[in-house]
């Protein structure tokens, strides 16, 4: 493939774009010399799945890792050459795909729509032309870790911090994340992006419902989630009746806060049902509030505890809403059930 050389007019305005990854773990591939990667590469961050592209100045809505609309878009500003490419010797395959072409020049990248919470931020930024003698400055506005400086070496095989990405972590809150792209020597060079989500603290919202005894369900987390972990990461509700059977609402379209059996549901449908489980505590005849439901939810994700997961259960960024249900004969049919507050939380990688 013949190389395009690097522009030195300004490009046009309008924006192609085609996915990012999983739920909103962003895969971004940048510039039109070649095509995108596929869907097994993972890159510098193991993050295998769909890539979108980035091919002119603007922006647009992004997929997720399995090509879903993810709710979150990207704007490129102070946008330069999107056609620029080298065929780089060296390079091969999904490798040569993402750092063979990208966007040459200054470049600003706002993404918006995303989760709050923990990223790890790889900016892809090697020379295919020049690699010894080009450098690219990349910062994260609001990273504790400062700007990087990236290039001065040719391809080895295999993506390497500093000379072939740049890698952040960074905090988002209210949705957006953006990344500065600079010269730092002659030309600067950006391929692309993976937002890799590392942690979300999961956040309690609703209002659970007084049970037949007094007490109040409570709902909380040990561990973390994960989308490829098999255990880890229990949801647990204390204060609930003693030996009843429960089980947990799920779903991913959100929050709720409807009437519900003399309660509030805390989950937006379509919902679904985790395996059953028993709350156990103190021993019948005995009555009191020292049940206990938990489920691990990697571990009911993976299929190990049976049921039917849903699969969104396993792809990281995806928001999932839950709530405990339980029985309660203290109250009257229909009411005669418990219910937690709700727990919103984002599944980890």
């Known amino acids: 493939m013949l190389p395009t050389l690097r522009a030195v007019s300004a490009a046009t305005a309008l924006s192609c774009l085609a996915g990012l990854a999983s739920a909103q773990a962003i895969n971004l591939d940048i510039g039109q010399y070649n095509g995108a990667p596929s869907a097994a590469y993972g890159a510098a961050s193991g993050q295998a799945g769909h890539w979108n592209r980035l091919l002119v100045q603007g922006g647009g809505p992004l997929l997720d890792l399995t090509g879903a609309p993810s709710g979150a878009s990207v704007v490129a500003t102070d946008a330069l050459h999107f056609a620029f490419g080298f065929d780089n010797p060296n390079t091969s395959g999904d490798d040569e795909l ?27 930024a090697f020379p295919p032309d020049n690699r010894t003698s080009y450098f690219t400055a990349v910062a994260v506005t609001g990273s504790l870790d400062p700007q990087q400086i990236v290039g001065g070496a040719d391809w080895t095989g295999a993506h390497v911090l500093g000379e072939t990405y740049a890698l952040h972590r960074a905090t988002v809150i209210g949705g957006s994340l953006e990344i500065v792209c600079n010269v730092s020597t002659l030309y600067a060079t950006v391929n692309g992006v993976q937002l890799e989500p590392t942690s979300f603290a999961p956040v309690t919202y609703c209002t659970a419902k007084v049970n037949s005894l007094g007490c109040t369900p409570t709902i909380g987390t040990l561990g973390a989630s994960s989308g490829s972990a098999t255990s880890g990461f229990v949801i647990q509700s204390l204060q609930n009746r003693n030996q009843r059977p429960g089980l947990m609402l799920y779903g991913i379209n ?89 727990l919103e939380f984002i599944v980890g990688p």
């Open 254 to 342: 959100g929050r709720d806060a409807s009437p519900f059996l003399g309660g509030t549901l805390c989950v937006n449908g379509p919902i679904k049902r985790t395996i059953i489980v028993n709350s156990g505590g103190s021993a019948l005849p005995t009555q009191d509030c020292s049940g206990d439901f938990s489920i691990d939810m990697n571990s009911f994700a993976q299929g190990s505890l049976g049921g039917t997961p849903s699969p969104s259960l396993i792809v990281p960024g995806t928001k999932v809403n839950c709530q405990y249900w339980g029985r309660d004969p203290g109250f009257s049919q229909p009411d005669n059930i418990s219910l937690s507050a709700g």
């Open 98 to 124: 993402l750092v063979d072409g990208g966007h040459d020049g200054a470049l600003t990248l706002l993404f918006t729509g995303l989760n709050d919470g923990e990223y790890n931020v790889y900016t892809y």
